[in-house]
């Protein structure tokens, strides 16, 4: 099995910055893609960016400027920075990655979410 674990959540005021990772472990033979998606209340999921194994990236308009996503992957991990965070970045933040098992089979997976609050 392929596990996904994030860490950095929290609440932070309007302006600050937060630093979101994700790791990743099991039986991982191969990782590809990796990203961040949130959700807040009352909406659906959206993407706030994914990278490639090879590094290269895919920001959300709404986020474009101010996050920033990594990798690092001889640690199987990935990286959200927020800077100038608004009170409508508040959101559960999934991460999101996808791969080949050690069985050669296909696996997406889904972190457990980590919370964001921004106050204003």
């Known amino acids: 099995q392929v596990q996904l674990v994030e860490s950095g959540g929290g609440l932070v005021q309007a302006g600050g910055s937060l630093r979101l990772s994700c790791a990743a472990s099991g039986s991982i033979f191969s990782l590809n893609a990796m990203g961040w998606y949130r959700q807040a209340p009352g909406k659906q999921r959206e993407l706030v960016a994914t990278?490639?194994?090879?590094?290269?990236?895919n920001i959300a308009d709404s986020v474009k400027g101010r996050f920033t996503i990594s990798r690092d992957n001889g640690k199987n991990t990935v990286y959200l920075q927020m800077n100038s965070l608004k009170p409508e970045d508040t959101a559960v933040y999934y991460c999101n990655a996808d791969g080949l098992d050690v069985s050669n089979s296909y696996y997406k997976r889904w972190g457990q979410g980590t919370q964001v609050t921004v106050s204003s």
């Open positions: 990278i490639t194994r090879g590094g290269s990236t």
